[in-house]
């Protein structure tokens, strides 16, 4: 089993609607977690921090939840520029290193 | 706006031949990473490197890639000699912790 699991997709949604992507672990130890945006033949970039409290950054939405040990990612009201690969991190706090899912391929068609 | 730069940008090579990506990393982030990614095994880890000192090369094949840091903006990564297999986009990242990494555009690295 992967350390970090994403369904690769591609998710193929409309423009305006919500899609939603989860992300499962297999470290409970695990502390730190995180989305990356990562276009095609782009670099990665950090999308949001996932915090236990859960946060939103305008039309995003990332929660936690330690129980089931999974992290998701609600995106409302997408856009066509919202088209591209979603990577889950997660860290443990005792090293330094970024576990990285495979990532999850978003299309938003027209 | 600072940015990880890295060069070249794209590499075409023979097998057998020495392969060195450069990188520079946002001036005062005192950790730079090394990934190599590809479309089967994704975002692989290489090496790791804090204040400039090697802290972990575990994802590299030994006897043939290197990667050092000669000074604080320069990060190099060396693969000699380069094999086919080792075709991938190379990206380096710098940050302030290991928490939020700051990427490069990648190396995309060819070998026949």
């Known amino acids: 089993r992967k350390e970090v699991e994403q369904d690769p997709g591609p998710f193929n949604v409309p423009e305006g609607a919500t899609v939603a992507f989860n992300c499962t672990y297999s470290n409970s130890a695990s502390q730190s977690f995180f989305w990356y945006r990562q276009d095609c033949r782009k670099e990665p970039k950090l999308l949001m921090s996932?915090?236990?409290?859960?946060n939103e950054d305008g039309r995003f939405t990332a929660q936690l939840n330690r129980a089931s040990q999974y992290i998701s990612l609600l995106i409302r009201d997408s856009k066509l520029s919202d088209s591209a690969t979603y990577l889950c991190v997660v860290k443990v706090d005792s090293n330094y290193q970024l576990i990285w899912g495979a990532g999850t391929k978003l299309i938003i068609k027209p | 706006d600072a940015r990880v730069t890295q060069t070249p940008r794209h590499k075409v090579t023979e097998m057998g031949q020495e392969v060195t990506m450069r990188c520079q990393p946002i001036?005062?982030?005192?950790?730079v990473f090394w990934y190599r990614q590809t479309m089967m095994q994704g975002l692989e880890l290489l090496a790791y490197f804090r204040n400039r000192a090697p802290l972990d090369d575990s994802g590299m094949p030994k006897d043939r890639f290197s990667a050092e840091m000669p000074d604080a903006t320069l990060a190099t990564l060396k693969i000699q000699p380069s094999e086919p297999r080792d075709s991938a986009v190379y990206f380096c990242?710098?940050?302030?912790?290991?928490?939020?990494?700051?990427f490069g555009p990648g190396t995309r690295l060819t070998v026949l």
């Open positions: 001036l005062g982030h005192n950790t």
């Open positions: 996932v915090y236990s409290s859960g």
């Open positions: 990242a710098s940050g302030l912790s290991p928490d939020t990494q700051y």
